[in-house]
């Protein structure tokens, strides 16, 4: 980390992780990278101290893995963490140092806790990856999906986490709570309305390890992240729209499902 400690920074937007499904296949590489390797990232550049007028502003990509999803009916602000992989367990842990190096006034501190985030053009060691690999899914076979129909997902478009990154780059500092963490708003959906909305050929062949992560993630109130700026995608067929737009190579029928269903919708 010495080349960041060269120069100091106004914002660093912190991204890099190794997966969740490598991190726990491997968790002694998760903890070098996303432990060890974060929190001396976070030291050098508190260490660097400010590069204008105020101190250095760390963006951080937490995960909704820090909670143990299955296990709870609902999700607020006081949720207590139980996260119940490595992967989570690091991120947790890496929001909590911030959280301490904000305290001492040494960084502005934010944390961001992402769900999944659609559609990655490599989902490889993302125990998450089927949510994007549907969206590539060929139309003239089926698409076996992981979950059973009524799985309930919490999920973010591309350019709506960035647009949530940047607003986190100007939002005043004090509008977040004392822990610096939030979670952020999401769409809630079940993988059957995905696949009727995409118009995929779709089977649904549950597996038991995807399924304690994605069975039924619950409704989530973040009131606190919505009360300092951040957004969800508004509905599916946008979520949805925004990833076609953003990877053109896919299905052009699942853009024609899509747009048929917005006309019917105002037709009514």
Wanted: proline share 7%; glycine share 6%.
């Amino acid at each position: 980390m010495s080349h960041v400690a060269d120069q100091a920074v106004d914002v660093l937007i912190h991204l890099a992780t190794v997966p969740g499904g490598t991190a726990e296949a491997d968790r002694d590489l998760s903890r070098r990278i996303n432990l060890n390797a974060s929190l001396d990232l976070f030291d050098a550049v508190a260490a660097a101290g400010p590069a204008a007028d105020r101190v250095p502003r760390i963006i951080y990509a937490s995960t909704i893995a820090i909670f143990s999803l299955g296990l709870n009916e609902r999700i607020d602000d006081d949720t207590p963490p139980a996260p119940f992989l490595s992967y989570a367990a690091h991120k947790l842990m890496c929001e909590t140092y911030l959280a301490d190096l904000h305290r001492r006034g040494e960084v502005e501190a934010i944390s961001l806790r992402l769900p999944a985030i659609l559609a990655r053009p490599n989902g490889q060691g993302l125990t998450s990856a089927f949510m994007s690999e549907i969206f590539r899914a060929p139309v003239d076979r089926p698409f076996v999906c992981p979950t059973s129909e009524d799985a309930r997902i919490w999920a973010m478009s591309v350019d709506q986490a960035c647009i949530n990154l940047q607003h986190a780059i100007h939002m005043p500092v004090g509008l977040l709570p004392n822990s610096r963490a939030v979670t952020l708003p999401v769409l809630r959906f079940s993988m059957g309305e995905l696949a009727t909305a995409l118009g995929t050929n779709i089977r649904f062949e549950p597996d038991p390890l995807i399924g304690q992560n994605f069975t039924s993630q619950p409704i989530l109130d973040a009131s606190a992240a919505e009360a300092a700026g951040f957004r969800n995608d508004g509905n599916l067929q946008s979520l949805i729209l925004r990833v076609q737009a953003r990877f053109p190579a896919l299905n052009d029928e699942v853009l024609n499902t899509v747009a048929r269903q917005q006309v019917g919708a105002v037709l009514g």
